[in-house]
């Protein structure tokens, strides 16, 4: 279950995040039970999970807002129980509910962020005009931000993550709530972040997220790691390519069954016209079991090579899809094992 | 720069922002400004019209109550302040940043003196309109002035801590008035406290929002020729019980504001 490094086999150095057997509980309700993460300098860690798994509990601790019940957590060379200013310095965060003020001007949150980083006058707001500018804020500088669309908003919320320059950056579900249009471009300003060496650490429920940002990904699911890996390493985890082909006709099915199998890992899974069947060598096994269906005489009416995403691999290792949940969540409203990230959604 | 020059910088951007947000909202805007306008003219002419004090004017009487009851129920913008910050994800923001902590809560009640200053000046400049008069000394008169605001501070910060305390803005404007309202109102603000039944005359005449009224009366010289000296302690020394009750209510509700603002992450 633990393909790449375990924490304790490596130490994350003095620009990454280090957090060994992390707990909270909020009076009965456990939100993390012993949770270890490890983000070497320059890398992404994707943390993954449903709804009231213990993201928002793992970030609020890593970040200071929070102090843990058990465990530490070292975040760019300072632990944050012992030294929780020197984290603050070196950190940078933004996400669902880390907010920039609405009532104020893109430029004027920056400004201020600047200042209370205590870089001056002069440089908070040269720094403020220079992110605007980077993140295409320019034109909206000088309106409230409330008058900003959900994507302009992330963007000045990233940006205000970054007035410090810090080595480390946080970013709490950053995309949720996003068309897709939008959560694209965040994806683009976040994988510039990371090409400069920024060490990042990212919760998502978001498998593509994960997909597309994170070198390694952690899986949690209520308070405890699940698995952790690549994207391909978990996706290994619930087995490889399949091919699957639907037929025109039930007479058929005998014969493709037979034809497949002889491609195939075991057996060959049937359900109504499709059969189904663990496949390796990908494109090149496929074209020559369809080669051998058409000599065999089979119609086939459609065919398909399926690769798992991280879906499966969800479904696989919580036996529940993250997205249901999620919504099931926010349906049911804050019930007790959620009620840590349900109320700091509150905030956004 | 020192830890106390940086604190101070920070509370400072903080009460910035803060002052910024009057332009920019209106409903801070009516709450500063025409609230306070809109009491001073109404309670002037509706009971200032209506009631005869002998040997002065009721109107004059009023005025003083109507400040000190407009800058206390001001207070409140303190707690919602925090509240609305919390529930937006403001403080979050805050909390992960390198500053000294307690500076957001200082910087939000200092920014409330501003809003208090504002909601002064522009009550003050109605009362001359409508025929109050300071007729006193400038020194006097800027002491009444200052007690009020000083007294007004000390009450944000029970503002402060109840807004960090509860969940909504909502619960901020509802708990505020319940009890800012019988606060103000078993009071010397409106009708002298002589006349009430005697459970409410010894809560109005130890009221410290009774004290901070004559204190400011005394100090404009608003005060009816004729009328009785008060019989009890608070109230012939209006001006120390107030300088008291400040300092008593800052040295409690500080600590207890900031105590909770650095947990305010730990119990949601």
Redesign the interface.
């Known amino acids: 279950m633990h393909p790449s490094t375990h924490p304790s086999a490596a130490s994350a150095g003095p620009g990454g995040i280090e957090a060994n057997g992390l707990v909270k509980r909020?009076g009965d309700v456990v939100a993390l039970a012993g949770l270890d993460l490890v983000v070497p300098p320059g890398t992404v860690l994707g943390l993954l999970g449903p709804n009231g798994a213990g993201k928002t509990t793992a970030v609020?601790i890593l970040?200071?807002?929070?102090?843990p019940d058990a465990g530490t957590a070292v975040v760019a060379g300072a632990d944050v129980v012992a030294d929780p200013?020197?984290v603050?310095?070196r950190?940078g965060?933004s996400g669902?509910?880390?907010?920039?003020?609405?009532?104020?001007t893109g430029f004027?949150n920056l400004d201020?962020?600047g200042?209370?980083?205590?870089l001056g006058r002069r440089r908070a707001a040269a720094r403020g005009r220079e992110l605007l500018e980077r993140f295409s804020l320019t034109d909206a500088a000088d309106r409230?931000v409330k008058t900003y669309s959900g994507g302009m908003r992330r963007r000045l919320d990233l940006a205000?993550a970054l007035v410090a320059e810090p080595p480390v950056l946080v970013l709490d579900e950053p995309t949720t709530g996003l068309d897709p249009r939008s959560r694209n471009e965040l994806w683009d300003v976040i994988r510039e972040l990371v090409r400069r060496g920024s060490t990042l650490l990212l919760t998502t429920q978001y498998m593509e997220e994960a997909e597309q940002l994170a070198d390694d990904i952690v899986v949690i699911d209520h308070g405890r790691e699940i698995a952790r890996g690549t994207a391909d390493e978990l996706k290994a985890m619930v087995g490889g390519e399949r091919m699957e082909i639907s037929l025109h006709t039930d007479a058929d099915l005998d014969t493709a069954r037979r034809v497949v199998a002889r491609f195939c890992h075991g057996e060959p899974h049937i359900d109504g016209r499709t059969v189904a069947a663990p496949i390796s060598g990908g494109a090149q096994t496929l074209t020559e079991a369809l080669r051998a269906l058409d000599s065999a005489g089979v119609g086939l009416l459609d065919v398909g090579l399926r690769r798992p995403t991280l879906d499966d691999v969800f479904l696989v290792l919580t036996g529940h899809v993250a997205e249901d949940d999620a919504a099931a969540a926010s349906n049911a409203g804050p019930t007790p094992d959620r009620r840590?990230d349900e109320?700091?959604e509150?905030?956004? | 720069m020192d830890r106390i020059g940086y604190a101070f910088a920070d509370g400072f951007t903080i009460a910035r922002r803060n002052v910024i947000k009057i332009r920019r909202v209106p409903e801070i805007l009516v709450a500063v400004l025409v609230t306070p306008l809109m009491l001073v003219v109404m309670f002037a002419y509706v009971f200032g019209s209506s009631i005869d004090v002998p040997g002065g004017s009721y109107r004059e009487f009023l005025i003083g109550g109507t400040f000190a009851m407009t800058l206390i129920f001001g207070a409140t913008f303190t707690g919602v302040g925090l509240a609305d910050d919390m529930q937006k994800g403001v403080i979050n923001r805050f909390r992960s940043l390198p500053i000294t902590q307690s500076a957001v809560v200082f910087g939000r009640t200092a920014s409330d003196v501003i809003y208090n200053v504002a909601s002064l000046a522009i009550m003050a400049g109605a009362g001359l309109v409508v025929g109050w008069r300071i007729r006193t000394g400038v020194a006097d008169a800027l002491l009444g002035f200052g007690l009020l605001l000083l007294f007004a501070y000390a009450i944000s910060w029970i503002m402060a801590y109840v807004g960090l305390l509860v969940p909504s803005v909502e619960v901020v404007n509802n708990a505020s008035f319940i009890v800012i309202f019988p606060l103000t109102f078993i009071a010397n603000t409106f009708v002298p406290s002589d006349n009430l039944p005697t459970p409410l005359r010894i809560f109005a005449e130890w009221n410290p929002v009774s004290a901070v009224t004559q204190a400011a009366r005394e100090l404009f010289g608003n005060i009816p020729a004729g009328t009785p000296a008060p019989q009890v302690w608070s109230l012939q020394n209006a001006e120390l019980y107030t300088l008291l009750w400040s300092a008593i209510i800052v040295a409690v509700f500080a600590p207890l504001a900031i105590h909770r603002y650095r947990r305010v992450g730990a119990s949601r």
């Open positions: 909020y609020s970040t200071t807002l929070i102090a200013r020197a603050r310095a950190i965060l669902q509910y880390a907010a920039v003020d609405e009532h104020l004027e201020m962020i200042r209370l980083y205590r409230p205000a840590s109320s700091m509150v905030a956004v």
